[in-house]
Every structure is written in structure tokens, then in C-alpha cells.
């Protein structure tokens, strides 16, 4: 009877985890965050702030409701001497 029970959950546990597999863009977020780290790495370890804007400006195209990519973005241009941009 409990060898039943566990394996029809199993099952189901299996078909659940195979349908959000499925469901997601692995690609999409992959490619996302590879940005984003890649943006965050120009920034804060090679001081390359034009790269960096260029980064955290598909960034925030790609996720307009992350106010990190903002901030990143703000930070970019304030270390360039475009006050005027990094406040926007």
C-alpha cells in the first residue's frame, strides 16, 4: 500500500518537474543573466563603463521593471562625467 502511494507520487512529482523543464526558456535566461554578469563584470573589475552602458542598457530593455540594471547603468555614467544621463 505506502510502495503504491510513493510511487504514484513519484509519477506525479515526475510529470510535474518534466512540464516546467518545458515551460521555461532556458536559453532566454541563460543568455539574460550572461549579460548582466558579463555587464557587472566590465563595470566593477575593468572600469570599462562604456561597456558597461552598453550592458546595462540591453539589460534594461530586455527587463524594464529590475531597477538594479538602472542603477548599474547610473553608475556607468556617473564614472564617465554624464551627470546629466546618469540621473535620468
Known amino acids: ?14 510529470l510535474l ?5 518545458f515551460a521555461v526558456d532556458h536559453a532566454k535566461i541563460f543568455n539574460q543573466r ?3 554578469l558579463l555587464g557587472i563584470f566590465y563595470n566593477g573589475y575593468f ?7 552598453v550592458y546595462f542598457d540591453y539589460m534594461i530593455r530586455q527587463e524594464p521593471r ?9 553608475i556607468c555614467y556617473k ?6 544621463r546618469g540621473a535620468k
Open 1 to 14: 500500500m505506502i510502495r503504491k502511494i510513493f510511487l504514484r507520487n513519484l509519477l506525479a512529482y515526475a
Open 17 to 21: 518537474a518534466g512540464v516546467f523543464t
Open 34 to 36: 550572461s549579460k548582466y
Open 47 to 53: 572600469k570599462n563603463y562604456k561597456d558597461g552602458v
Open 66 to 74: 529590475d531597477p538594479q540594471n538602472y542603477a548599474n547603468l547610473a
Open 79 to 84: 564614472e564617465l562625467g554624464d551627470t546629466k
